[in-house]
Protein backbone atom coordinates (compact mmCIF):
# COMPACT_ATOMS: atom_id res chain seq x y z
CA UNK A 1 0.00 0.00 0.00
CA UNK A 2 1.18 3.32 -1.00
CA UNK A 3 1.59 6.23 1.43
CA UNK A 4 -1.10 8.84 1.52
CA UNK A 5 0.58 12.07 -0.09
CA UNK A 6 -0.09 15.57 -0.31
CA UNK A 7 -1.55 15.68 -4.41
CA UNK A 8 -3.87 12.92 -3.18
CA UNK A 9 -4.74 14.91 -0.32
CA UNK A 10 -5.10 17.69 -2.72
CA UNK A 11 -7.08 15.97 -5.15
CA UNK A 12 -9.46 14.30 -2.71
CA UNK A 13 -10.02 18.08 -0.84
CA UNK A 14 -10.83 19.40 -3.89
CA UNK A 15 -13.07 16.59 -4.92
CA UNK A 16 -15.12 16.52 -1.88
CA UNK A 17 -15.17 20.84 -1.83
CA UNK A 18 -16.42 20.81 -5.33
CA UNK A 19 -19.01 18.33 -4.67
CA UNK A 20 -21.12 21.46 -3.34
CA UNK A 21 -21.43 19.86 0.22
CA UNK A 22 -22.21 21.73 3.28
CA UNK A 23 -19.35 22.89 5.38
CA UNK A 24 -19.83 20.80 8.41
CA UNK A 25 -20.19 17.65 5.65
CA UNK A 26 -16.77 19.05 3.92
CA UNK A 27 -15.15 18.82 7.26
CA UNK A 28 -16.43 15.79 8.49
CA UNK A 29 -15.23 14.04 5.32
CA UNK A 30 -12.01 15.98 4.85
CA UNK A 31 -10.75 15.58 8.56
CA UNK A 32 -9.85 12.00 8.46
CA UNK A 33 -8.13 12.62 5.57
CA UNK A 34 -5.61 15.10 6.93
CA UNK A 35 -4.44 12.94 9.85
CA UNK A 36 -4.04 10.37 7.73
CA UNK A 37 -2.24 12.77 5.57
CA UNK A 38 -0.13 13.97 8.93
CA UNK A 39 0.08 9.87 10.07
CA UNK A 40 2.34 9.58 6.54
CA UNK A 41 4.83 10.70 4.95
CA UNK A 42 5.88 14.37 5.61
CA UNK A 43 8.45 14.65 3.17
CA UNK A 44 6.21 17.01 1.38
CA UNK A 45 7.26 19.89 4.22
CA UNK A 46 10.32 21.77 2.95
CA UNK A 47 12.69 24.15 4.47
CA UNK A 48 10.47 27.20 2.86
CA UNK A 49 7.04 25.54 4.94
CA UNK A 50 8.61 26.41 8.23
CA UNK A 51 9.73 29.78 7.48
CA UNK A 52 8.60 32.01 10.75
CA UNK A 53 8.93 35.84 11.01
CA UNK A 54 10.24 37.54 14.12
CA UNK A 55 7.61 40.21 14.16
CA UNK A 56 4.40 37.88 13.98
CA UNK A 57 3.41 34.47 12.92
CA UNK A 58 3.89 33.41 9.68
CA UNK A 59 1.76 31.88 7.00
CA UNK A 60 3.36 29.58 4.24
CA UNK A 61 1.66 28.77 0.96
CA UNK A 62 1.62 24.98 0.29
CA UNK A 63 -1.32 24.87 -2.43
CA UNK A 64 -3.12 27.47 -3.91
CA UNK A 65 -6.37 27.16 -6.27
CA UNK A 66 -6.17 29.13 -8.99
CA UNK A 67 -9.96 28.73 -9.14
CA UNK A 68 -10.98 29.78 -5.41
CA UNK A 69 -10.82 25.60 -4.24
CA UNK A 70 -9.44 24.65 -1.12
CA UNK A 71 -5.86 26.32 0.00
CA UNK A 72 -3.26 24.91 1.94
CA UNK A 73 -0.82 26.86 4.21
CA UNK A 74 1.74 25.67 6.70
CA UNK A 75 1.37 28.10 9.32
CA UNK A 76 3.88 28.60 12.04
CA UNK A 77 4.31 30.65 15.38
CA UNK A 78 7.55 30.99 17.63
CA UNK A 79 6.68 32.05 21.49
CA UNK A 80 4.84 34.81 22.32
CA UNK A 81 3.03 34.88 18.78
CA UNK A 82 -0.56 35.12 18.12
CA UNK A 83 -3.20 35.85 16.02
CA UNK A 84 -5.25 38.62 16.36
CA UNK A 85 -9.27 37.44 17.41
CA UNK A 86 -10.45 36.73 14.04
CA UNK A 87 -13.07 34.60 11.90
CA UNK A 88 -12.58 32.90 8.66
CA UNK A 89 -15.74 32.65 6.68
CA UNK A 90 -15.06 29.48 5.43
CA UNK A 91 -14.47 26.32 6.54
CA UNK A 92 -11.59 24.70 7.18
CA UNK A 93 -9.45 21.81 8.72
CA UNK A 94 -6.47 21.85 10.62
CA UNK A 95 -3.77 19.23 11.15
CA UNK A 96 -1.07 20.17 13.86
CA UNK A 97 2.51 19.32 12.99
CA UNK A 98 5.05 19.91 15.41
CA UNK A 99 4.46 21.77 18.99
CA UNK A 100 1.10 22.94 20.73
CA UNK A 101 -0.83 25.67 19.60
CA UNK A 102 -3.57 26.77 21.57
CA UNK A 103 -6.48 28.15 20.71
CA UNK A 104 -9.07 30.78 22.50
CA UNK A 105 -12.48 30.86 21.25
CA UNK A 106 -14.80 34.19 21.62
CA UNK A 107 -18.86 33.53 21.53
CA UNK A 108 -20.60 35.99 19.70
CA UNK A 109 -23.58 37.05 21.85
CA UNK A 110 -25.28 39.95 19.99
CA UNK A 111 -26.56 37.70 17.54
CA UNK A 112 -26.45 40.26 14.52
CA UNK A 113 -24.29 38.13 11.86
CA UNK A 114 -24.27 41.18 9.65
CA UNK A 115 -23.35 43.94 11.53
CA UNK A 116 -19.89 45.08 12.01
CA UNK A 117 -20.73 47.37 15.16
CA UNK A 118 -21.94 46.50 18.47
CA UNK A 119 -20.43 42.84 18.26
CA UNK A 120 -20.83 40.99 21.90
CA UNK A 121 -17.70 38.71 22.13
CA UNK A 122 -17.96 36.85 25.31
CA UNK A 123 -15.03 34.46 26.02
CA UNK A 124 -15.22 30.62 25.37
CA UNK A 125 -12.51 27.81 25.93
CA UNK A 126 -9.32 26.73 25.52
CA UNK A 127 -8.36 24.27 23.46
CA UNK A 128 -4.59 22.82 23.65
CA UNK A 129 -4.28 21.03 19.80
CA UNK A 130 -0.87 18.44 20.38
CA UNK A 131 0.58 17.40 17.35
CA UNK A 132 -0.97 14.85 15.24
CA UNK A 133 -4.38 16.75 16.85
CA UNK A 134 -6.99 17.47 14.08
CA UNK A 135 -9.57 20.14 14.65
CA UNK A 136 -12.40 21.81 12.15
CA UNK A 137 -14.39 24.74 12.22
CA UNK A 138 -17.21 26.37 9.61
CA UNK A 139 -18.96 29.45 9.22
CA UNK A 140 -22.63 30.56 10.60
CA UNK A 141 -21.91 30.53 13.48
CA UNK A 142 -18.28 31.88 12.60
CA UNK A 143 -15.50 30.22 14.43
CA UNK A 144 -14.21 33.51 16.16
CA UNK A 145 -10.72 32.52 17.91
CA UNK A 146 -7.68 34.07 18.58
CA UNK A 147 -4.41 31.32 18.29
CA UNK A 148 -0.96 31.27 18.85
CA UNK A 149 1.57 30.25 21.33
CA UNK A 150 2.26 31.55 24.77
CA UNK A 151 5.75 32.29 25.37
CA UNK A 152 6.64 29.62 27.89
CA UNK A 153 6.30 26.71 24.90
CA UNK A 154 8.07 25.59 22.13
CA UNK A 155 7.01 26.90 18.00
CA UNK A 156 4.06 24.98 16.80
CA UNK A 157 3.79 24.35 12.96
CA UNK A 158 0.13 23.37 11.44
CA UNK A 159 -1.40 22.49 8.57
CA UNK A 160 -4.74 24.65 7.85
CA UNK A 161 -6.50 23.65 4.73
CA UNK A 162 -9.47 26.43 4.06
CA UNK A 163 -12.09 26.28 1.74
CA UNK A 164 -10.91 28.92 -0.16
CA UNK A 165 -7.51 30.74 -0.77
CA UNK A 166 -7.45 32.77 2.45
CA UNK A 167 -6.25 36.28 1.93
CA UNK A 168 -8.81 38.38 4.26
CA UNK A 169 -10.77 37.75 7.51
CA UNK A 170 -12.23 39.76 9.37
CA UNK A 171 -10.73 41.14 12.66
CA UNK A 172 -12.93 41.70 15.91
CA UNK A 173 -11.89 44.82 18.38
CA UNK A 174 -13.03 43.16 21.48
CA UNK A 175 -13.25 46.44 23.61
CA UNK A 176 -14.70 48.25 20.85
CA UNK A 177 -17.41 45.80 19.71
CA UNK A 178 -16.35 46.20 15.96
CA UNK A 179 -14.85 43.97 13.08
CA UNK A 180 -13.24 44.67 9.79
CA UNK A 181 -11.89 42.52 6.87
CA UNK A 182 -8.24 42.88 6.33
CA UNK A 183 -6.25 41.32 3.86
CA UNK A 184 -3.91 38.88 4.93
CA UNK A 185 -0.76 37.88 3.24
CA UNK A 186 1.59 34.48 2.83
CA UNK A 187 4.87 33.73 1.76
CA UNK A 188 4.75 32.58 -1.81
CA UNK A 189 6.18 28.34 -1.81
Known sequence: ?????????????????????????CVLDIAPLMQKLLMGDRSFLEARHFRADPDHYARNAIHLADDGG???????WTPGQWTPVHDHGTWGVVGIVEGVLEERNHIRTDHAADVD???????GGVILLAEGTVTTFVPNP???HKTGVPESRARAVSLHLYGRAMNSFHVYDVDAGTRRLIDVPHNES
Not at 70 to 76: K, N, Q, T
Request: proline residues 7%; without cysteine; hydrophobic residues 50%.
Open 70 to 76: PSLYALV
Open 1 to 25: MSEYDLPAFIDDARRIALAGAEPAD
Open 117 to 123: RGIVLAR
Open 142 to 144: DHI
